[in-house]
């Protein structure tokens, strides 16, 4: 799969719609999304030096085979095509690299604003929080040993995925209660 191809398909799967409706939105401004109008005219950019590049493959397929054919006066011209395709190559990937490191800014401006601690901590439980701990409870009455890593794959286990902060969080009230009885 050529590059263009795959960044096309990797800018279709990150925005889950078909190039054409991104292009549509994008030329509305109708998307809301600040990466869009760079992404799509970074891939139109892409797409233009591809074209490029295979044209200069082609040009230097034509020279090589006259020059296999006897015409050795084209070997200047033989490694001045294949200069040109090399340089096209990385131009290529280098746009290519742009356009995928604009996708991990959008994918980083969709996380949210990471949050300052507050000044008056949480007195009750999350939401959620004590069903968690239920499973959480009879997770580490099965382990051997209460660690982190075994309390997350006793709860992937049973289906319940947690973040890391707030697995730290339930591994403390675990190791609480234990210390209390």
Do not use: F, K
């Amino acid at each position: 799969m050529s590059t263009v191809i795959y960044t096309r398909h990797l800018v279709e799967h990150r925005y889950g719609r078909p190039l054409e409706d991104l292009r549509r939105d994008g030329a509305h401004d109708g998307s809301g999304d600040p990466v869009l109008p760079i992404v799509l005219r970074r891939l139109g950019g892409l797409a233009e030096t591809n074209a490029h590049a295979r044209a200069a493959r082609r040009n230097l397929d034509a020279v090589w085979q006259r020059c296999r054919s006897g015409e050795h006066a084209l070997d200047d011209l033989v490694l001045r095509y294949a200069a040109e395709v090399v340089d096209l190559e990385r131009q290529e990937q280098s746009e290519a690299e742009a356009v995928w490191d604009l996708l991990d800014v959008r994918l980083l401006l969709d996380q949210p604003a990471a949050r300052r601690p507050s000044t008056a901590r949480r007195t009750g439980p999350a939401p959620g929080d004590e069903d968690l701990m239920a499973v959480a409870r009879q997770v580490a009455a099965r382990l051997p040993r209460l660690n982190r890593e075994a309390l997350r794959q006793g709860l992937r286990a049973r289906g319940v995925h947690v973040s890391n902060r707030r697995l730290g969080t339930v591994l403390q009230r675990l190791r609480a209660e234990r210390d209390l009885h």
